[in-house]
């Protein structure tokens, strides 16, 4: 089953990217492909520049576990550009991509999750 996750909002302001990797980790160990689209904001989780405090969670560490176990990571090219990202400072294993990916993806899911406000 290839199941696809869509997050558009910011990753430390709400709980949506928590929840999509949580649901992308467990997918991962029942044999699912999964693939995840950041759109708008989202796209900040990529941004491995980030400090987090020790007792958070380092998003864009648990993405790149994701990609290393599997897990294809969409960034939404035009967004991360806008936001004055650097496709250096981006998670291993992430790739820019945009809408006509992202219909693909559509296109191709057994299973769709859209997380936005």
Request: glycine content about 6%.
């Amino acid at each position: 089953m290839h199941i696809v996750l869509q997050v558009i909002n910011p990753p430390y302001s709400y709980e949506d990217m928590d929840s999509a990797i949580k649901i992308a980790d467990a997918a991962l160990k029942k044999g699912h492909k999964v693939s995840i689209f950041l759109f708008a904001d989202s796209v900040l989780s990529v941004n491995t520049k980030v400090r987090p405090i020790r007792i958070d969670r380092n998003i864009p560490n648990l993405l790149k576990d994701l990609a290393d176990r599997g897990a294809e990571i969409h960034i939404c090219g035009l967004c991360f550009e806008y936001r004055g990202l650097d496709i250096e400072t981006a998670t291993p294993g992430a790739e820019l991509s945009g809408v006509p990916e992202m219909a693909t993806l559509l296109a191709t899911a057994d299973r769709y999750v859209n997380f936005a406000v």
